[in-house]
């Protein structure tokens, strides 16, 4: 079975640009999360979707950052205007409520620089 | 709010035993688990365990758990080159999101 899956996994852009991550979750999975690594914070949780109704947005930076899941299957993450300090990993995560160990499953991670 | 706190390095020799130690302070912590990641990767879980468990075997890898301390461990028997990576420690309670602590780099030597 596919793992999350994100999208694009590396990208370069300048600084007041939009960029937009994309995450696809484990089929069957109810709980989507967006967590951001940085080497200063570590990983933090920018916002997380249950039944792909936003549950905790508290992580989410500024009102430069928002996100959707429109549907059980993709979540975006976007970034308007990105700024240099927008640079980081951002990972996309999927559990099942009910699953083995409330596991919660990470993708590879965008990595994301703004110049 | 909640905090999870780990040593941030640790070396080894090829072969020797690891041992990795996380505290937490959330005591409504229903699982906790491991996670590794590797250079330019993502979080790969290594394993997890209940609260009301003190210990779990997964070949290599032994977790122990004290909830009185709130004291977790993860121990790596004969440890290899390719174990070398950051390994995190993260709780989790009920159905919310994970907290993870900093992180532990774990070098391990020939």
């Known amino acids: 079975d596919a793992g999350v899956i994100q999208s694009p996994r590396h990208e370069v852009t300048e600084m007041g640009q939009e960029v937009t991550l994309r995450c696809k979750p484990i089929?069957?999975?109810?709980?989507l999360f967006w967590y951001r690594q940085t080497m200063m914070r570590g990983l933090e949780l920018l916002i997380y979707?249950?039944?792909?109704?936003?549950?905790?947005d508290s992580g989410m930076p500024e009102d430069r950052f928002s996100a959707k899941m429109p549907n059980a299957s993709f979540s975006t993450l976007k970034i308007q205007p990105s700024e240099p300090r927008d640079s980081a990993v951002y990972f996309c995560?999927?559990?099942?409520?009910?699953?083995?160990?409330?596991?919660?499953?990470f993708g590879e991670g965008s990595w994301l620089t703004v110049v | 709010g909640e905090d999870v706190e780990q040593s941030l390095f640790l070396s080894v020799r090829e072969g020797d035993s690891s041992v990795i130690n996380c505290t937490y302070t959330?005591?409504?912590?229903?699982?906790l688990y491991w996670y590794k990641q590797e250079p330019g990767a993502g979080l790969q879980l290594l394993t997890y365990?209940?609260?009301?468990?003190d210990m779990k075997q997964d070949q290599r890898l032994t977790v122990l758990l004290n909830k009185k301390d709130k004291h977790l461990s993860l121990r790596i028997a004969d440890t290899q080159t390719g174990d070398s990576a950051i390994y995190f420690c993260?709780?989790?309670?009920?159905?919310?999101?994970?907290?993870f602590g900093k992180g532990t780099m774990l070098l391990v030597s020939p």
């Open positions: 959330d005591s409504s912590s229903t699982y």
């Open positions: 089929s069957g999975h109810d709980y």
């Open positions: 995560a999927s559990s099942f409520r009910g699953g083995s160990g409330n596991t919660i499953y």
């Open positions: 979707f249950n039944n792909n109704v936003p549950i905790d």
């Open positions: 993260a709780e989790r309670s009920g159905y919310s999101t994970l907290t």
């Open positions: 365990i209940f609260s009301n468990m």
